[in-house]
């Protein structure tokens, strides 16, 4: 216990801010190319020690062109502004002081290396850091590279899973029925495999119990049959019934109250004492049966172990059941079941059409989602069921309806009109 | 005393509901998903489950371990930066919202790897599901409407294509079967035995009801975990990763192993010629030794004993390097071409004559066993060895409608050559070294008499049993024998397909040429005699016993003069007595229950072995 909550405190006490950070910065730098702080002063400016122009003559200047270019006080200020070193805290300056950051950052450049991880020195706090190189592209495994890491710390590895009887392995491999050029007797047996899981489907879906239709229409009603009929009328007949059954459930209630009498003082006492009368005479009978079992004493302490045999012999039994279910499924992780994938068989047509032959089968297609179903059946990931995404309801537009029933009547005047065409002739 | 409340103590507490977890942590549902994956965070079935049956629970302690995660503030800082571009676009600041995209976040998951794996052997433990993920997204297109990027694919392909190159150049594949779904391997690295599969050459589907979010993620860890595999695998056969070969990896995956396979094996031959040459001077060093302690020859002797065995091996390795391993650095093709020529010519006509022997003498004791049946293993009897040079000294020819990359992965690292019909072929169709030509059709186009025609299957099949079966069951055109799966073993009353029984009598004549070529018959005689089942070694054992008692009664009596009668004449008699008396105390000591169980236990075991030998005797019958 005291080792995991060290353990704990362990990873609290990571620090993995410095290499986060100091990759921000690199990013940055990248992008709006180096920043002006880590460049050395020098790099930037020089102090310009050479005479403006040797060439010129000193001029003669009058008194007042010489108190015109005289510099005032502000004007020096801001001139020599250069010159001025540079505000670094206090702490930060102690240790470039101490640590020659120019030299070691001059050093930094020289040992950039591609594959075995870079010296990086970070610039603020001056230390060193390795920062691992890309992905894949060193040993991870060997313990000479524990340098290369992302945290300050070393990365502890996490206690082994627990393996269960559970575990599945992650490529389940296929009965030797499944082959493209299976065995006679194997296959059959695939197939037959296969076929059970179906009809079970199938006997499934003929089991649930089928909900009456809401709404029923009247031709319909008149050819069913009595047993549909009732089905069909039992909604409305239930509301009916109910009225009169609550009538007389008040009556009753009524009588009984009626026929409740009152209990007296007496009644009370009597009842009192019947109680503790009962009370003694089970504590008797304890006792009694008490004495005589330790008469038996010996006989008992058999009964009791062959007892406990037995119970250890259920639990024992109980233990493998549980095991053999746990073997047939995986746990139940949530709200849905899982489904495993059927099993991919040639039927036996379509071997007699391959012949063998390993360029006219038809492979699965899906395999997609054996992998994914496998993820499930090793309890990794939940089973889940897609759920069709219920928003707006798209409206089904038949186009030309409405012409068509114009259409319709039209024709149908047509011939009503013909007809009366007709009779009219005969008439006449 | 105050009542516990339900819920609130033991077990119900070690486990909150998913949605706890993820307020919790802060995180949206795909983000805890995710993080989950990379983390290897599974959710649990607690004993009670206090808030619902429906919910799924996650163990509290696995949660505390998420919130220690430092990928956790990087998935908070993406969702943040997210938030920003969707901003930006939502006030038509187009630049910059792709001015903010391109800060994106970048995280790694070397940590976790090395967290979940800490060494390459807990690594290579669980390869199973990345190689079988690798492989099947390798030949997956890349659907925008799934969110399936294609650079993940194309590194997909590019790590299924370098590890096909390392089981090629390890020659570390076991097993292998065709099914329905697709091709499984069995390799074995470093004592670990990984199973993958790799599906067949046809367009997959994307199914709808298959989250490709929670697939892609668990890609990304696997992919990184490979890479970081590859490394070290590489790394120990003294190769640079990634390998730099310059044939592109979409075009010709087959020739992107076949180099990199190669450059493996250089350099792997050429650290063999150092070694050897090593052990070489070390043997000089030691002759010189032996010559100058020949003065002194009774501590020689001993010496001499010991090592015999070792300069045996020694003696074959340098013999072998004289034939092949030197030469193939000048020019690999050539000179293997002119090695296996003769032999080669000769196959076919060998493998006629066995087939017919075989066939006369099916019952006899030890059908003759050839040449062509043990393959390029001829005196190699361990398993590394047969696997490593099977096909030695085979050339194949693929056809062009059969599966390219899968049967050069087993022909190649079973030993042998592979040319095709493309591009980067070592040799083109008509070339006359080649001795195996590949079809699925049901005729040959072009008639060669040098040639064995076969089917695909015949390459599985062959490397399975560990021997070249009899091709002519295979030739084009024919249903084939079935393909039997390779990881099952038949227990003792199951049914044996007839073509097993075959394959495994093929084996055992092959194992035993292969042993006498080693010359280590003297061993297999008596490896012969240990395998059969116990009872013989019990009467071994038991003669043994009565011989030394003889042997100590005539001591004995030398010793004494009196004469010491052996009892062991009844203690042999005696087992057989005993046998019959458990079984009657058994009956005796059952409870009916236990009878009546046993006695149906039995039955069934009856009737399995009935069912066995009907079907036998139908498939006698048949033939």
Not at chain 2, 137 to 164: C, M, N, S, Y
Not at chain 2, 610 to 617: Q, S
């Amino acid at each position: 216990m005291g080792r995991a909550k060290r353990q704990r405190k362990e990873w609290r006490a990571i620090d993995g801010q410095e290499v986060e950070e100091f990759l921000e910065q690199k990013t940055r730098e990248e992008r709006l190319g180096p920043s002006l702080d880590s460049v050395p002063d020098d790099d930037l400016f020089f102090v310009d020690t050479k005479p403006d122009d040797v060439s010129k003559k000193p001029v003669r200047m009058s008194k007042k062109e010489k108190f015109r270019n005289k510099l005032t006080r502000a004007q020096a200020i801001i001139q020599g502004a250069h010159v001025a070193e540079p505000v670094i805290p206090q702490t930060f300056a102690k240790k470039a002081k101490n640590h020659d950051l120019a030299k070691r950052l001059k050093k930094q450049k020289q040992k950039k290396k591609g594959d075995t991880g870079e010296l990086v020195v970070r610039e603020d706090t001056g230390k060193e850091i390795i920062v691992p190189p890309k992905e894949g592209r060193y040993d991870i495994f060997s313990k000479d590279t524990e340098e290369f890491r992302l945290r300050n710390k070393a990365i502890k590895a996490v206690k082994e899973w627990k393996k269960s009887l559970r575990d599945a392995p992650a490529v389940e491999i296929d009965a030797s029925g499944c082959s493209v050029n299976p065995d006679y007797e194997s296959h059959q047996e695939a197939v037959g495999q296969a076929v059970a899981a179906e009809m079970k489907k199938q006997y499934d879906a003929e089991l649930l119990p089928v909900a009456p239709p809401k709404v029923v229409e009247w031709e319909d009603y008149e050819h069913k049959d009595e047993l549909e009929r009732l089905l069909v009328e039992s909604d409305g007949e239930e509301e009916e019934e109910d009225s009169p059954s609550s009538s007389e459930d008040d009556q009753v209630v009524k009588r009984s109250s009626v026929t409740k009498r009152k209990k007296t003082i007496q009644d009370r006492n009597r009842e009192m004492r019947n109680k503790l009368m009962q009370k003694e005479i089970e504590l008797r009978k304890k006792e009694k049966k008490q004495r005589r079992e330790l008469e038996r004493l010996g006989e008992l302490l058999k009964n009791v172990e062959s007892l406990t045999k037995e119970q250890e012999e259920k639990l024992r039994r109980r233990h493998a059941d549980l095991q053999e279910l746990i073997d047939s499924a995986p746990p139940r992780l949530g709200k849905h079941k899982f489904n495993p994938f059927p099993i991919q068989v040639l039927t036996t047509d379509e071997i007699k059409e391959s012949g063998g032959s390993l360029r006219k089968i038809k492979p699965t297609p899906v395999l997609i989602k054996e992998r994914y179903k496998s993820l499930q059946r090793r309890g990794i990931i939940e089973p889940r069921v897609r759920v069709n995404k219920s928003g707006k309801k798209r409206k089904t537009v038949i186009h030309g309806k409405r012409a068509d029933n114009a259409e319709e009547r039209q024709q149908e005047i047509h011939k009503l009109r013909a007809r009366n065409k007709k009779l009219k002739s005969k008439t006449s | 005393m105050l009542k516990k409340k339900k819920g609130k103590a033991g077990n119900a507490v070690q486990y909150v509901t998913r949605n706890q977890a993820i307020k919790k942590l802060q995180l949206k549902i795909s983000e805890f998903r995710r993080l989950c994956i990379l983390k290897g965070i599974h959710p649990r079935e607690p004993k009670k489950k206090v808030q619902g049956a429906h919910k799924t629970y996650y163990h509290v302690k696995d949660i505390a371990f998420l919130l220690h995660e430092p990928l956790l503030d990087k998935i908070r800082e993406i969702a943040a930066h997210e938030k920003k571009i969707k901003r930006a676009l939502a006030k038509k600041n187009r630049p910059l919202a792709a001015k903010i995209s391109s800060r994106r976040p970048e995280y790694r998951l070397d940590h976790l790897v090395k967290e979940r794996y800490p060494s390459l052997v807990d690594a290579l433990r669980d390869l199973d599901d990345p190689l079988a993920m690798v492989h099947l997204f390798a030949v997956l297109p890349a659907d925008q409407t799934k969110g399936i990027p294609p650079d993940r694919v194309q590194l997909a392909r590019r790590l299924a294509l370098e590890w096909q190159a390392y089981i090629v150049a390890s020659h570390s594949l076991r097993k292998s079967f065709v099914s329905v779904k697709g091709f499984y391997y069995q390799a074995e690295i470093k004592g670990q035995e990984i199973t993958w599969m790799v599906p067949h050459q046809v367009s997959q589907v994307l199914p709808a009801d298959v989250d490709f979010k929670v697939m892609l993620t668990f890609l990304e860890f696997y992919q990184s975990t490979l890479q970081f595999v590859m490394f070290s695998l590489y790394n120990e056969m003294g190769i640079q990763y990634p390998p730099n070969v310059d044939d592109a990896v979409d075009s010709a995956g087959i020739l992107y192993i076949g180099n990199t396979s190669k450059m493996i094996e250089e350099v792997k031959s050429d650290r063999d010629t150092q070694a050897k040459v090593k052990e070489m001077s070390e043997k000089i060093t030691r002759l010189e030794d032996d010559i100058k302690e020949l003065d002194n020859p009774s501590v020689v002797a001993e010496e001499e004993e010991e090592e015999d065995d070792e300069e045996e091996q020694e003696d074959d390795v340098v013999i072998l390097a004289d034939d092949d391993d030197d030469l193939p650095e000048i020019d690999d093709d050539n000179s293997d071409g002119d090695a296996s020529d003769p032999d080669d010519e000769d196959i076919p006509v060998h493998k006629a004559v066995s087939d017919d022997e075989e066939n006369d003498n099916e019952n006899g004791p030890v059908p003759a066993p050839d040449v062509a049946l043990v393959g390029g293993a001829v005196d190699v009897a361990d398993e590394d060895g047969i696997c490593s040079t099977l096909f030695k000294g085979l050339k194949f020819f693929l056809g062009r409608e059969v599966p390219r990359e899968q049967l050069s992965l087993v022909i190649q690292s079973f030993g042998g050559v592979v040319g095709w019909d493309g591009e980067g072929s070592p040799y083109d169709e008509m070339d006359k070294r080649i001795t195996h030509h590949i079809i699925d059709r049901p005729k040959p186009l072009i008639k060669h008499e040098n040639r064995i025609f076969v089917q695909p299957q015949w390459v599985f099949d062959s490397a399975n049993a560990r021997v070249l079966v009899n091709t002519t069951k295979y030739s084009p055109g024919i249903v084939p024998p079935p393909h039997l799966s390779p990881f099952i073993q038949a227990e003792e009353d199951d049914h044996i397909p007839e073509y097993a029984k075959e394959i495994q009598e093929l084996k055992d004549a092959a194992q035993r040429f292969r042993l006498k070529a080693a010359g280590e018959a003297v061993d297999e005689e008596f490896r012969g005699t240990a395998q059969p089942d116990a009872k013989t070694e019990e009467a071994t054992l038991a003669d043994l016993e009565q011989q030394r008692e003889e042997e100590l009664a005539k001591e004995i009596k030398e010793a004494t003069g009196k004469d010491v009668k052996t009892v062991s004449g009844k203690k042999r008699r005696q087992p057989v007595e005993e046998k019959d008396d458990e079984e009657a105390m058994k009956d005796i000591m059952m409870t009916r229950k236990v009878k009546k169980a046993y006695q149906r236990a039995m039955k069934e075991k009856a009737a399995k072995r009935a069912k066995t030998a009907r079907l036998a005797k139908k498939a006698a019958a048949i033939k």
